[in-house]
Protein backbone atom coordinates (compact mmCIF):
# COMPACT_ATOMS: atom_id res chain seq x y z
CA UNK A 1 0.00 0.00 0.00
CA UNK A 2 1.54 3.31 -0.61
CA UNK A 3 2.19 6.02 1.83
CA UNK A 4 -0.08 9.05 1.31
CA UNK A 5 2.39 11.48 2.39
CA UNK A 6 5.35 10.00 -0.27
CA UNK A 7 7.13 12.69 -1.85
CA UNK A 8 8.88 11.73 -4.97
CA UNK A 9 11.14 13.47 -7.38
CA UNK A 10 12.95 14.07 -10.72
CA UNK A 11 16.15 15.88 -10.98
CA UNK A 12 15.71 18.96 -14.13
CA UNK A 13 18.10 20.19 -16.05
CA UNK A 14 17.20 23.73 -16.35
CA UNK A 15 19.13 27.14 -17.00
CA UNK A 16 19.60 27.80 -13.52
CA UNK A 17 21.41 24.29 -12.88
CA UNK A 18 19.94 21.06 -12.04
CA UNK A 19 16.94 21.47 -9.85
CA UNK A 20 15.31 18.58 -7.77
CA UNK A 21 11.41 18.54 -8.67
CA UNK A 22 9.37 17.40 -5.52
CA UNK A 23 5.92 16.63 -5.29
CA UNK A 24 3.27 14.72 -3.37
CA UNK A 25 -0.14 13.60 -4.69
CA UNK A 26 -1.21 16.56 -3.51
CA UNK A 27 1.10 18.54 -5.81
CA UNK A 28 4.59 20.11 -6.09
CA UNK A 29 6.29 20.82 -3.00
CA UNK A 30 9.74 21.69 -3.45
CA UNK A 31 12.46 22.97 -5.89
CA UNK A 32 15.81 22.50 -4.76
CA UNK A 33 18.91 24.21 -5.83
CA UNK A 34 21.60 21.56 -7.75
CA UNK A 35 24.39 21.18 -4.48
CA UNK A 36 21.80 22.35 -1.71
CA UNK A 37 20.77 20.58 1.41
CA UNK A 38 16.90 19.86 0.85
CA UNK A 39 16.71 19.17 4.43
CA UNK A 40 16.74 23.29 4.97
CA UNK A 41 12.88 22.68 4.17
CA UNK A 42 12.36 19.90 6.75
CA UNK A 43 10.86 17.51 4.31
CA UNK A 44 11.14 14.11 4.61
CA UNK A 45 13.52 12.09 1.68
CA UNK A 46 11.49 11.82 -1.50
CA UNK A 47 11.61 8.65 -3.86
CA UNK A 48 12.91 9.27 -7.27
CA UNK A 49 9.60 8.62 -9.48
CA UNK A 50 10.20 10.73 -12.99
CA UNK A 51 6.74 9.86 -14.54
CA UNK A 52 4.36 11.56 -11.06
CA UNK A 53 1.91 13.67 -13.28
CA UNK A 54 2.61 16.71 -10.65
CA UNK A 55 6.05 16.58 -11.59
CA UNK A 56 5.42 16.36 -15.05
CA UNK A 57 3.32 19.47 -15.20
CA UNK A 58 5.85 21.27 -13.12
CA UNK A 59 8.74 20.31 -15.27
CA UNK A 60 7.05 21.66 -18.34
CA UNK A 61 5.92 25.26 -16.97
CA UNK A 62 9.13 25.68 -16.00
CA UNK A 63 10.53 25.15 -19.56
CA UNK A 64 7.87 27.38 -20.77
CA UNK A 65 9.06 29.74 -17.90
CA UNK A 66 12.83 30.00 -19.07
CA UNK A 67 11.86 30.28 -22.61
CA UNK A 68 10.00 33.09 -21.46
CA UNK A 69 6.44 31.58 -22.88
CA UNK A 70 5.28 31.38 -18.79
CA UNK A 71 4.44 34.26 -16.43
CA UNK A 72 1.99 32.17 -14.06
CA UNK A 73 2.20 28.77 -13.14
CA UNK A 74 -0.82 26.90 -12.87
CA UNK A 75 0.60 23.32 -11.29
CA UNK A 76 -0.68 22.68 -7.37
CA UNK A 77 1.14 23.25 -4.77
CA UNK A 78 1.28 21.20 -1.48
CA UNK A 79 3.11 23.32 1.23
CA UNK A 80 4.97 22.09 3.86
CA UNK A 81 5.34 24.80 6.74
CA UNK A 82 4.27 26.69 9.39
CA UNK A 83 0.85 28.62 9.03
CA UNK A 84 2.72 31.93 9.14
CA UNK A 85 5.69 30.16 6.37
CA UNK A 86 2.29 29.52 4.17
CA UNK A 87 1.04 32.58 4.61
CA UNK A 88 4.11 34.09 3.30
CA UNK A 89 4.42 32.20 0.65
CA UNK A 90 1.11 32.54 -0.49
CA UNK A 91 1.52 36.24 -0.37
CA UNK A 92 4.89 35.86 -2.79
CA UNK A 93 2.38 34.88 -5.05
CA UNK A 94 0.67 38.20 -5.66
CA UNK A 95 3.72 39.55 -6.76
CA UNK A 96 3.54 39.64 -10.28
CA UNK A 97 6.48 38.58 -12.77
CA UNK A 98 8.98 41.14 -13.04
CA UNK A 99 8.40 43.46 -10.78
CA UNK A 100 10.07 43.22 -6.80
CA UNK A 101 9.51 43.98 -3.98
CA UNK A 102 11.19 44.70 -0.44
CA UNK A 103 10.89 42.24 2.51
CA UNK A 104 9.17 45.32 4.54
CA UNK A 105 6.45 45.57 1.31
CA UNK A 106 5.67 42.08 1.70
CA UNK A 107 5.53 42.47 5.66
CA UNK A 108 2.62 45.47 4.75
CA UNK A 109 1.45 43.19 1.70
CA UNK A 110 0.24 40.59 5.21
CA UNK A 111 -0.28 43.35 7.25
CA UNK A 112 2.36 43.92 10.01
CA UNK A 113 4.78 46.51 9.02
CA UNK A 114 7.09 44.65 12.02
CA UNK A 115 7.33 41.48 10.77
CA UNK A 116 9.93 41.92 8.26
CA UNK A 117 12.91 40.08 9.82
CA UNK A 118 9.84 37.36 10.28
CA UNK A 119 9.30 37.10 6.66
CA UNK A 120 13.20 37.14 5.97
CA UNK A 121 13.14 33.91 7.62
CA UNK A 122 9.89 32.30 6.00
CA UNK A 123 11.36 33.12 2.86
CA UNK A 124 14.65 31.69 3.61
CA UNK A 125 12.57 28.28 4.12
CA UNK A 126 10.48 29.30 0.84
CA UNK A 127 10.43 25.36 -0.77
CA UNK A 128 9.15 26.09 -3.70
CA UNK A 129 11.86 28.53 -5.28
CA UNK A 130 11.13 29.94 -8.78
CA UNK A 131 7.96 28.95 -8.65
CA UNK A 132 6.74 30.63 -5.50
CA UNK A 133 9.48 33.46 -6.75
CA UNK A 134 11.25 34.57 -3.23
CA UNK A 135 13.81 36.08 -6.09
CA UNK A 136 11.19 38.88 -7.02
CA UNK A 137 12.13 40.42 -2.78
CA UNK A 138 15.02 42.64 -2.37
CA UNK A 139 16.46 44.97 -0.28
CA UNK A 140 15.37 48.08 0.62
CA UNK A 141 18.80 49.55 -1.06
CA UNK A 142 17.29 47.72 -4.19
CA UNK A 143 20.39 45.32 -3.74
CA UNK A 144 19.84 41.63 -4.20
CA UNK A 145 20.01 40.13 -1.04
CA UNK A 146 19.59 36.07 0.18
CA UNK A 147 18.32 33.39 -1.82
CA UNK A 148 18.83 29.35 -1.23
CA UNK A 149 20.08 29.00 -4.87
CA UNK A 150 22.39 32.05 -4.70
CA UNK A 151 22.54 35.81 -5.78
CA UNK A 152 23.78 34.72 -9.49
CA UNK A 153 20.67 32.98 -9.82
CA UNK A 154 18.56 34.96 -8.19
CA UNK A 155 19.68 37.96 -10.95
CA UNK A 156 19.18 35.41 -14.04
CA UNK A 157 16.00 34.71 -12.43
CA UNK A 158 14.90 38.30 -12.26
CA UNK A 159 17.22 38.97 -15.84
CA UNK A 160 14.68 36.33 -17.33
CA UNK A 161 11.63 38.38 -16.17
CA UNK A 162 12.88 41.53 -17.57
CA UNK A 163 12.54 40.15 -21.00
CA UNK A 164 16.25 38.52 -20.78
CA UNK A 165 16.41 35.01 -22.96
CA UNK A 166 17.43 32.06 -21.47
CA UNK A 167 19.71 29.71 -23.83
CA UNK A 168 17.50 26.37 -24.57
CA UNK A 169 18.61 23.83 -22.27
CA UNK A 170 15.80 21.64 -23.23
Known sequence: MKDPDELVYKDVLSPVGLI???ASDKGLVAIIW?????TRTKLSAPV?????????????ELKEYFENKR???????????????VKVWTALLKVPYGITKTYGELAKILGDVKA???????????????????HRIIGVSGKLTGFAGG????SIL?????GYTMPSLF
Open 151 to 154: LKNK
Open 20 to 22: KVI
Open 34 to 38: EGEDY
Open 48 to 60: KREEHPVILQAEQ
Open 116 to 134: VRAVGGALNKNPVSIIVPC
Open 71 to 85: TIFTVPLDFKGTDFQ
Open 158 to 162: LDLER
